[in-house]
T-cell receptor, first 111, second 115 residues
């Protein structure tokens, strides 16, 4: 069965530091992978998605993710964290017509 | 930019009561979904709906749950007899097609509290 695993339920970084949120997938077929962000008291917003067109995917708000088949990973990065990046981030894999989400990573950004 | 809307934003109900959660998907979208997120847990798929039929449903989506598209704009989730464990945030989503690469757009959610 296809699934995603997010390592680290909480990540804390200083403003301006590199953000790295980890996601590993399990899939016997080429996966379609998504990163969503959830700001406090809001719904899920798409950051970026991997659809096999390119292994390095650029998303909104300066985030990007690289699909690495050899490592079964799709980690989310941002070179320089901003206070406004504080939120919960979810990795997800598309299975038939539904999204299977990871457990989420809460990102805290300190001044 | 078009967005998915949901009403109400919060609902408190007594155990055993029926609740209806409402969603207005993006207007040209054809596929509709409900997910839920119990506090502190991951977002879970409930049901997908296309062409006035359920496409897929999870184990959570038992006989107490039903979905309906009563008109050309609304998409509803009904819970017939609520249980304490139904307390969660319920998200509606829609997509233009059911293709694997298609983005699902989520609404802001309805927080349901069952007492």
């Amino acid at each position: 069965a296809q699934s995603v695993t997010q390592l680290g339920s909480h990540v804390s970084v200083s403003e301006g530091a590199l953000v790295l949120l980890r996601c590993n997938y399990s899939s016997s077929v080429p996966p379609y992978l998504f990163w969503y962000v959830q700001y406090p008291n809001q719904g899920l917003q798409l950051l970026l998605k991997y659809t096999s067109a390119a292994t390095l995917v650029k998303g909104i708000n300066g985030f990007e993710a690289e699909f690495k088949k050899s490592e079964t990973s799709f980690h989310l990065t941002k070179p320089s964290a901003h206070m406004s990046d504080a939120a919960e981030y979810f990795c997800a894999v598309k299975v038939t017509d539904k999204l299977i989400f990871g457990t989420g990573t809460r990102l805290q950004v300190f001044p | 930019e078009p967005e998915v809307t949901q009403t109400p934003s919060h609902q408190v109900t007594q155990m055993g009561q029926e609740v209806i959660l409402r969603c207005v998907p993006i207007s040209n979208h054809l596929y509709f979904y409900w997910y839920r997120q119990i506090l502190g847990q991951k977002v879970e798929f409930l049901v997908s709906f296309y062409n006035n039929e359920i496409s897929e449903k999870s184990e959570i989506f038992d006989d107490q749950f039903s979905v309906e598209r009563p008109d050309g704009s609304n998409f509803t989730l009904k819970i017939r007899s609520t249980k304490l464990e139904d307390s969660a945030m319920y998200f509606c989503a829609s997509s233009e097609s059911g293709a694997f690469q298609e983005t699902q757009y989520f609404g802001p959610g309805t927080r349901l509290l069952v007492l």
